[in-house]
C-alpha cells in the first residue's frame, strides 16, 4: 500500500512534498523493521486542502479499512535547518500560538555508506536517555531507506522537557559531538513543530 500511493499523492491537488516511512522496532532507533506502523508525512498550502484529501481521498479510505488506527498530526513550523532530497520542505509559520506548550520534533539524515557501522553502533547509547524522559508524549524512528536512509519523530509536553534531552544528557551531547568529528551523514535535517491539531487515537508511547 506503501507503493501504490504515490499514484494518489501525484494527483493530490495542494500537497507540496511527501515522504512515505517505514518504521523501526519499538526498543529504541532500531535499524529492524516495524511492520505494524507507517509514516506519511505530508506539507500543504492550505490546512483546507489537507482536510480535503485525509478525509475524503481513496488513499485515506483504503487506510482507515485496513488498519487498526490512523493517527494524524497538524503541525506549524516553528524552525528547519538542513535539506531533505535536496532542499528544506519545511517553511516556517508566520501564525504559531505562543503559548503553546507541546513540541514535535523531526530529525532526518542518510547516512554515509562508510559510516553506518559507527553510527549504529552509537544509537542504543545515544538513546538510553529517552526512557526516562518524563516530558517525552512519543517517540519513533521512521525512515525511508532501512538502515540508510533515517529519521525520528517525537512529541514532547513542552520545550524545557526537550532541551533537558537535548542539552542535559552527556550521551545525547556526545553523540552531537561525533557526528561533526566523523562526518557521519551525507545529507541532514533538523526540525521543530507547533503540534496544534490531532485526528484519530493516539499512538502508545514508543
Known amino acids: 500500500m ?19 516511512m517505514g518504521s523501526g522496532k519499538q526498543d529504541g532507533f532500531n535499524p529492524f523493521p516495524d511492520w505494524s506502523t507507517y509514516s506519511l508525512l505530508m506539507t ?23 488498519t ?3 493517527w494524524t498530526i497538524y503541525m506549524k513550523n516553528i524552525l528547519a535547518r538542513g535539506k531533505w532530497s535536496g532542499r528544506n520542505p519545511f517553511e516556517k509559520n508566520s501564525n504559531l500560538d505562543k503559548d503553546f506548550p507541546k513540541l ?3 530529525t532526518r539524515a542518510t547516512i554515509r555508506l562508510s559510516k553506518l557501522r559507527s553510527f ?20 519513533k524512528g521512521i525512515g525511508e531507506v532501512p538502515v540508510l536512509q533515517m529519521a525520528t ?15 542535559s544528557s552527556p550521551e545525547h551531547h556526545k553523540a552531537i559531538q561525533k557526528t561533526r568529528e566523523l562526518n557521519w ?6 526540525s521543530r513543530f507547533q503540534p496544534y491539531r490531532e485526528e484519530g487515537e493516539r499512538f502508545e508511547r514508543g
Not at 120 to 139: C, D, E, R
Not at 185 to 190: A, C, G, R, S, V
Open 2 to 20: 506503501m507503493q501504490f500511493a504515490h499514484a494518489h499523492l501525484a494527483k493530490a491537488k495542494g500537497l507540496q512534498f511527501y515522504k512515505l
Open 44 to 66: 500543504w498550502e492550505n490546512e483546507a486542502q489537507a482536510d480535503e484529501f485525509i478525509q475524503h481521498s481513496q488513499l485515506f479510505k483504503s487506510y482507515r479499512e485496513k
Open 68 to 70: 487498526e488506527k490512523v
Open 104 to 106: 514535535a520534533v523531526i
Open 120 to 139: 549504529w553502533k552509537y544509537v542504543p547509547t545515544s538513546s538510553l536517555p529517552l526512557a526516562g524522559n518524563k516530558g517525552l508524549i512519543y517517540t
Open 153 to 167: 519523530f517525537s512529541l514532547w509536553e513542552n520545550e524545557q522537557s526537550l532541551k533537558d534531552f537535548a542539552y
Open 185 to 190: 551523514y551525507k545529507e541532514e535535517l533538523f
